[in-house]
């Protein structure tokens, strides 16, 4: 009898050590599309075996689910969702202070001073526009933020929800900058444009197709919709507003109380490696990378010379986020 115990123990010890070691996973939440993101992520998994659990969110949603989870975190890191949503995150308390190794090599206005969040590459708005449409109605791409009050585009122009996109906060805050950060002519003249919008999508990108396919003239979104849009043949105008738009960086942070702790700061570390920002270029993320030594695709450098990108305070944007929001919501969707 103890015999045939022993022989089964060695049956059993041998079968344990026969079964693969459970993957190790770190959770992420996104709200770059699966597109940008998921190769990135895939390309972390074949360099070291851990698996990327990621969930795509609109920054808002984002944000608010990160808020809810407060006190028993789902997610280890938030990678890849624009500055304020970081800004929000951090007065909330859902972020806990993180340096990679090559943080002394990122550009001061590259990261929050308190290290709480830092970019993983820098972004820009833009004005995305229909060639055919333009043609048809007889318009120049829209190179002002005026331009876009011109009644000929009334029921023409789509961009994001506030409520949810976080794109949306950036052309809020563009408004606000662009107009020598006055913030009741910058409801004003949202109150304007409002009169145009044909619709509000809940993420940022949510107007590339339609205007790509010609079911409205304008799309205001990120330089990495239109350039997809561009890339898979669509007769697109990208053009910017004069004044200038609100300097946007895509962030990443650790989330207080991560369950992988460990996973998420090499997950952090690997961000800011140049393998990663060398990424961006070779899948088509069309951002300005982090590293000032990483490659940059030459249609993303020279657009964005023609870029006039206007310093946000993103402490201030953290701070008054919600309430901006609000107003949007008060006095101009329901004016």
């Not at 007889?138 to 789509?158: E, F, H, R, V």
Request: aromatic content about 8%.
């Amino acid at each position: 009898m103890i015999l045939l115990a022993t022989a089964f123990s060695v049956v059993l010890l041998l079968a344990g050590l026969a079964t693969p070691a459970l993957a190790q996973t770190v959770n992420v939440y996104t709200a770059w599309p699966e597109s940008l993101s998921q190769p990135i992520f895939k390309a972390y998994t074949a360099k070291t075996g851990v698996q990327v659990n990621f969930i795509r969110l609109s920054t808002g949603e984002l944000v608010a689910r990160a808020t809810g989870e407060k006190n028993n975190p789902r997610a280890d890191v938030i990678w890849g969702a624009p500055g304020d949503g970081f800004a929000a995150a951090k007065e909330a308390g859902l972020l806990e202070p993180y340096r990679p190794p090559t943080w002394d090599r990122i550009p001061p206005e590259l990261k929050d001073r308190d290290a709480y969040y830092t970019a993983v590459a820098k972004n820009t708005l833009i004005f995305m526009s229909n060639a055919k449409l333009l043609k048809e109605k007889n318009l120049k791409p829209p190179t002002s933020w005026m331009d876009l009050l011109d009644p000929a585009y009334k029921g023409q122009i789509q961009t994001a929800d506030a409520r949810t996109s976080g794109t949306a906060l950036t052309r809020i805050l563009s408004i606000y900058y662009a107009l020598s950060k006055d913030e009741d002519k910058a409801v004003d003249y949202q109150k304007k444009l409002h009169r145009n919008v044909q619709v509000y999508t809940k993420s940022g990108g949510g107007c590339t197709i339609p205007a790509a396919l010609g079911q409205t003239t304008v799309c205001i979104a990120h330089m990495p919709d239109a350039m997809e849009a561009k890339k898979k043949g669509y007769d697109m105008v990208v053009s910017f507003p004069r004044e200038g738009v609100a300097a946007v960086i895509e962030g990443v942070a650790l989330v207080k109380g991560a369950r992988n702790r460990e996973l998420a700061t090499k997950f952090i570390d690997w961000t800011f490696s140049k393998d990663m920002q060398d990424l961006l270029d070779k899948n088509d993320v069309y951002m300005l990378p982090t590293l000032p030594d990483a490659s940059i695709d030459a249609a993303v450098q020279s657009l964005m010379k023609e870029a006039k990108l206007l310093p946000v305070d993103l402490e201030w944007v953290g701070k008054n986020r919600k309430r901006l929001v609000e107003r949007w919501v008060n006095e101009v969707i329901k004016e």
